[in-house]
């Protein structure tokens, strides 16, 4: 239960590591590891041998929450020139186009979860080629020796979506195998330093004014935040950050991502949740914020470095309508070249910010006890 926003929680690490007794932060900050692990598992995995059965006809992702993730981590990798679709399944059925000529990857990092054992043992049935990702001594790692398929193991490091490198990387090396995209080691190993350069900037001892994602979570409490992106590795992190509200604050977020935003979420602008009128400043992290409406539409616009060029004009010109209507907007900028550094980079400081909202709020981070109820639910129908 939230016990209402208090920004002293924020202000020295003793604090935050109080208010976070799983060390959900300690998990984030452990997505640098989580790549060169995962690395070295694929290898040890012998993933390399899908290759020898040559070039798919499509790569079916399942997985639901970060594991799903990993699927639009993939295609967005892969660009819009893949030599071959990348489709993510969400959900208990396999379409009926999928066969033998098609690989489909598992990816559970508990290994646990139904609908992607409902897929994958399909996909086995269907001869499709086959990749298994996550926990060891799993129903999905029983799965992969019954079905022959490769199986590579996450070390869990917490709750399922604190393992999304863990969870993603293989997929990405699967891809590389085959052909389909190009990540060397090299930028394997960039975008991990870019990660721990992230981890480093949100560490808990850094004072909210120096803090980027402390600074953030502290602008967005009370809002209702709108997260859009600016291109479709953004919108991979974007879909990330609404997720991750969720999870760790108990918090709502809207997903968008121009173009489609300013066909329909863009009227949000002049609805219920608009302020009304332009704040000062609604940027200024200084400023008195006592006239301020309770609850307000907030504007995050993950923007990354390599944008098509109208959609660079649409997002310019959707912020600057949100900050005329008086909407708080922040941005997040994509560091690095390759869309793999942007995508971690976004992901990273979003991590951080849901975090120490939660934190700001009162929430401990890790458990979810909502969704262990409707399991719970379910199981009884």
């Not at 977020?253 to 608009?274: K, L, R, S, Y």
């Amino acid at each position: 239960m939230s016990a209402g926003l208090d920004p002293a929680r924020l202000e020295d690490a003793a604090a935050v590591e109080a208010a976070d007794p799983a060390g959900m932060l300690r998990q984030v900050a452990s997505s640098a590891a989580q790549v060169r692990e995962a690395q070295r598992a694929a290898a040890e995995a012998g993933i390399a041998g899908l290759a020898e059965d040559g070039r798919p006809r499509a790569i079916v992702v399942a997985g639901m929450g970060a594991a799903g993730l990993s699927g639009d981590v993939l295609a967005a990798v892969c660009g819009p020139g893949c030599a071959v679709p990348v489709t993510t399944v969400r959900g208990y059925r396999l379409p009926g186009w999928v066969g033998a000529a098609d690989l489909v990857i598992a990816v559970s990092g508990s290994g646990e979860t139904e609908e992607t054992l409902e897929i994958a043992a399909e996909a086995a049935r269907r001869g499709c080629r086959l990749l298994f990702v996550g926990g060891a001594d799993s129903q999905l790692a029983a799965l992969s020796e019954r079905s022959r398929g490769v199986f590579v193991p996450v070390r869990p490091v917490g709750p399922p979506r604190a393992a999304l490198w863990g969870l993603t990387v293989p997929v990405l090396l699967a891809a590389r195998t085959l052909g389909l995209t190009q990540v060397p080691d090299e930028t394997l190993e960039s975008t991990a330093v870019l990660l721990e350069d992230v981890a480093h900037r949100c560490r808990p001892s850094s004072e909210p004014f120096l803090n980027p994602a402390k600074r953030m979570a502290l602008d967005l409490a009370g809002d209702v935040p709108m997260v859009w992106a600016s291109s479709e590795p953004a919108a991979a992190a974007a879909y990330r950050m609404c997720s991750q509200l969720n999870e760790n604050a108990k918090y709502p977020g809207i997903f968008g991502a121009v173009p489609e935003a300013d066909h329909n979420q863009v009227m949000a602008f002049d609805g219920f949740f608009a302020r009304g009128g332009s704040p000062s400043d609604p940027d200024d992290f200084f400023r008195d914020r006592t006239n301020d409406p309770e609850h307000a539409l907030h504007l995050v616009m993950m923007r990354d470095v390599d944008e098509h060029p109208r959609l660079r004009k649409r997002s310019e010109a959707s912020t600057a309508m949100a900050r005329d209507r008086g909407v708080a907007v922040t941005e997040i900028r994509a560091e690095g070249e390759h869309p793999l550094e942007r995508i971690a980079t976004l992901i990273a400081l979003a991590d951080y910010v849901t975090v120490y909202l939660a934190i700001a709020l009162g929430v401990d981070p890790t458990p979810v006890p909502a969704i262990q109820e409707l399991k719970a639910r379910i199981s009884q129908i």
